[in-house]
């Protein structure tokens, strides 16, 4: 009779654990500073700076060049212009480092958006955004950042057409807030 109970506490532990983690709506978004590329060339990506023009949607993913992620490139990059249209700042950030993220911002971002490098996997940390697999990784989890630097939205799914769709109602929700 008892076991039962341990058996159930030990599946929701178990489950707790393999969970997807992410920072919750209402968070301060961690500030951050680091190399990133766009149109292949380089600079410094400023969280603080670019919030100050807008909202910015911050996406992590695992690995430039890989499917999943050249697929989340391309529909981010597609639907570029018209996050710029609502003011937001889009940002995709990886372990990769800069030199890589440069052709990636070009070849699969088409030269649309920044990508940010995190090296050291310190942001990636800071937004709970590690793969549970593998803890220097990105999982694929996007986030919308208000001006105001908290956390709007939070998107966590292995679909990369579902970031853009799902990061680009939550702008537009949030832009129509405002007015």
């Known amino acids: 009779m008892h076991s039962m109970p341990k058996a159930l506490a030990a599946l929701a532990l178990f489950c707790a654990a393999t969970a997807q983690a992410a920072l919750p709506v209402g968070a301060t978004a961690p500030a951050f500073q680091t190399a990133a590329a766009v149109a292949g060339k380089a600079f410094d990506f400023d969280l603080a700076a670019a919030l100050k023009k807008g909202p910015v949607v911050l996406y992590f993913f695992p690995k430039a060049f890989?499917?999943?992620?050249?697929?989340?490139a391309h529909?981010?990059?597609?639907?570029?212009?018209r996050f710029a249209a609502l003011g937001a700042t889009v940002v995709g950030m990886?372990?990769?480092?800069i030199a890589t993220l440069q052709r990636f911002s070009t070849e699969a971002c088409r030269d649309q958006f920044a990508v940010a490098s995190d090296p050291k996997a310190q942001?990636?940390?800071?937004?709970?955004a590690a793969a549970a697999t593998n803890p220097e990784r990105a999982?694929?989890?996007?986030?919308?950042?208000?001006?105001d630097g908290k956390i709007k939205f939070v998107h966590i799914g292995s679909d990369p057409e579902a970031h853009v769709q799902k990061t680009e109602a939550a702008v537009r929700q949030l832009q129509a807030a405002k007015q």
């Open 123 to 128: 942001t990636i940390k800071a937004y709970d």
């Open 94 to 97: 990886s372990h990769d480092d």
């Open 75 to 81: 529909a981010f990059a597609e639907a570029t212009p």
């Open 139 to 147: 999982d694929r989890i996007s986030y919308v950042i208000g001006q």
């Open 66 to 72: 890989t499917q999943g992620c050249t697929l989340e």
